[in-house]
T-cell receptor, first 112, second 114 residues
């Protein structure tokens, strides 16, 4: 089955700096790569996603890049703010019933 | 955030007891999922259902059971056969079982075995 690895497990940045979280996947049939943000005590929520036919997608301060050949994708957050502090999960899903395999998460701390 | 609910928020169980976690959605979604979240780990899939009266095992189904008698409901039973049931359980739904669909999560149930 699919295996998703996510790095780093923790990331601390100063407010205003950029943050990058990287994920690799194993199944070349995966074609959808969402990123979820989970604030402390809350449910995960989708923040951005990318399909396999696209190399990059941007939404304000958040961007995701995908390299299908290397089977990795990354989340980029620019101009970080304290409210960006949360756990971020990447996921990969293919054609099997919309099943998503999640990475282990990255705890991002943005220091004021 | 609304549309998918889980109850109870906290649940305590004695060893050897079965317990059922509720998940309800009013989003008219066909697909529903159950995940387990442990500290420092991602979301691991327990069971999923693409349509009423049909469900499949996920990656860690042992010791769990589900039913999908109604589109809106996907209860999860944690049986006494689950060796380490203390965890945070998340239910999710999506429009259908196609891969491109966002999953919407419930608020979760924290289960503690005493």
């Amino acid at each position: 089955g699919e295996n998703v690895e996510q790095h780093p497990s923790t990331l601390s940045v100063q407010e205003g700096d950029s943050a990058v979280i990287k994920c690799t996947y194993s199944d070349s049939a995966s074609n959808y790569f969402p990123w979820y943000k989970q604030e402390l005590g809350k449910r995960p929520q989708l923040i951005i996603d990318i399909r396999s036919n696209v190399g990059e997608k941007k939404d304000q301060r958040i961007a995701v890049t995908l390299n299908k050949t290397a089977k990795h994708f990354s989340l980029h957050i620019t101009e970080t703010q304290p409210e960006d502090s949360a756990v971020y999960f990447c996921a990969a899903s293919g054609t099997n019933a919309g099943k998503s395999t999640f990475g282990d998460g990255t705890t991002l701390t943005v220091k004021p | 955030d609304g549309g998918i609910t889980q109850s109870p928020k906290y649940l305590f169980r004695k060893e050897g007891q079965n317990v059922t976690l509720s998940c309800e959605q009013n989003l008219n979604h066909d697909a529903m999922y159950w995940y387990r979240q442990d500290p420092g780990q991602g979301l691991r899939l327990i069971y999923y259902s693409q349509i009423v009266n049909d469900f499949q095992k996920g990656d860690i189904a042992e010791g769990y059971s589900v039913s999908r008698e109604k589109k809106e409901s996907f209860p999860l039973t944690v049986t006494s056969a689950q060796k380490n049931p203390t965890a945070f359980y998340l239910c999710a739904s999506s429009i259908n079982g196609n891969s491109y669909n966002e999953q919407f999560f419930g608020p979760g149930t924290r289960l503690t075995v005493l």
